[in-house]
Each structure stands twice: as structure tokens, then as C-alpha cells.
């Protein structure tokens, strides 16, 4: 139903800058709250960020407080996560995904989600 696609991961030096975008297709963009997660070797999938359908609420996880920021392009039907100061710490596989529900700070409240991005950050 619908489609989300990742891009814009790399390997990246720490203090290092990327931004990563998930493309969303085959359903309403607008009218899902977007998020945000990342899984390490051998970690379970963590929450990074959400964002809420109108892009006037924003949520971060503490480990990436005033480092990441999310936004949203809902006439492009895009979501973006800026990640600066990058550690090697946050060296995962990112991964897009979409809720029609408002539990959006818990992996079991999103219905979609995209094949994921590998981000690598050297020391």
C-alpha cells in the first residue's frame, strides 16, 4: 500500500554531516506521522526521531537531541533527517517508516517502513 525508500547514507568521519530522505509513495503522505528509527550490529531497533503529520511537532530520541534534526516536505512527499556532530556511536542501519496512529515513539506504532540506509561513522 505504501512505499517508502531511504537514501543518503554513506561512510562519514566523526563530526561529519548527512542527510538522509525517505521518499514515500502509494498512499497519503500528509496524513501519516513520520519516524525515524536505527538498528547496530547485533542491537535492537532503537527510535531516533518522529515527526507529526503537519511537521509542527518534532520528538528526538536523547542520544540524538542537538544533533539530528527531522523535517518534512509534504508537497514532495519526503522526510528528512539531518544528522551533524556524527559519532562513530551512530553507525547503523536507518530506517524510515510511517504511522497513522499517534504511538509514534514505539517501533509496534508504525505500519510502514523502508528498506533501510547504512550510515558508518569512522573514528
Known amino acids: 500500500q505504501v512505499q517508502l525508500v531511504e537514501s543518503g547514507g554513506g561512510l562519514v568521519q566523526a563530526g561529519d554531516s548527512l542527510r538522509l530522505s525517505c521518499a514515500a509513495s502509494?498512499?497519503?503522505?500528509?496524513?501519516?506521522?513520520m519516524g525515524w528509527f536505527r538498528q547496530a550490529p547485533g542491537k535492537e531497533r532503537e527510535f531516533a526521531a518522529r515527526i507529526s503529520w503537519s511537521g509542527d511537532r518534532t520528538y528526538y530520541a536523547e542520544s540524538v537531541k542537538g544533533r539530528f534534526t527531522i523535517s518534512r516536505d509534504n508537497a514532495k512527499n519526503t522526510v528528512y533527517l539531518q544528522m551533524n556532530s556524527l559519532r562513530p556511536e551512530d553507525t547503523a542501519v536507518y530506517y524510515c517508516a510511517a504511522a497513522e496512529g499517534s504511538r509514534t515513539l514505539y517501533l509496534s506504532g508504525y505500519e510502514y517502513w523502508g528498506q533501510g540506509t547504512q550510515v558508518t561513522v569512522s573514528s
Open positions: 502509494g498512499g497519503t503522505f500528509s496524513s501519516y506521522h
